[in-house]
């Protein structure tokens, strides 16, 4: 058996025991997925507290919903696709996004500008986290989950033309917190 069959025979063996409600499958499964499904949450939260809080509403979400799997595709991308929902979920209930500004005064094409230095993981999170609630989901949901700006103004209830400008918005707002960040 290769390593990647092993991997499935252990997720339709804890799936399995999920539906059945054991509590021992559901502590195991979400001790190999949480350490990932968190480092999804910190994306989108304010902070630790919120990602963690973030986290448990995700994973209640899947084991409620865990025998909707079917088997069609990568579990853990089928959880992390509840864990990024949870957190948009989270942030059209508190927040309500405006147009900042008028899409045709913005230049489209912003360049991210190379300078020099390599970012750890953790430094880029702590950039993005400082992103206002707005900037930062979007930002996470086209940079860095992929979805278009027609999927992002159909999940937020916002126009394609605000999700463009506030990409653009987070985009300036990164390379000034960078500059400041670095002392440039």
């Not at 968190?38 to 209640?60: H, I, P």
Request: with cysteine.
């Amino acid at each position: 058996m290769q390593p990647k069959d092993d991997k499935i025979a252990l997720y339709s063996k804890l799936i399995e025991g999920c539906i059945d409600n054991r509590r021992d499958a559901q502590y195991e499964l979400y001790n190999l997925l949480s350490g990932k499904m968190f480092a999804v949450c910190l994306r989108y939260a304010r902070n630790r507290e919120a990602a963690e809080d973030l986290l448990q509403e995700g994973f209640v979400k899947v084991f409620n919903n865990i025998e909707k799997f079917r088997s069609e595709g990568s579990f853990e991308g089928w959880v992390r696709r509840i864990i990024v929902n949870t957190a948009i979920e989270h942030y059209r209930k508190s927040t309500k996004m405006y147009s900042i500004i008028n899409v045709e005064e913005v230049e489209m094409d912003v360049p991210w500008t190379d300078n020099g230095d390599v970012l750890q993981l953790e430094d880029l999170t702590n950039l993005i986290n400082k992103l206002s609630p707005g900037y930062r989901t979007i930002f996470n949901m086209y940079v860095v989950e992929g979805y278009s700006h027609k999927e992002i103004s159909d999940i937020l209830g916002i126009t394609e033309s605000t999700s463009r400008s506030n990409l653009v918005k987070a985009r300036q707002k990164l390379r000034e917190l960078l500059n400041v960040d670095h002392g440039k």
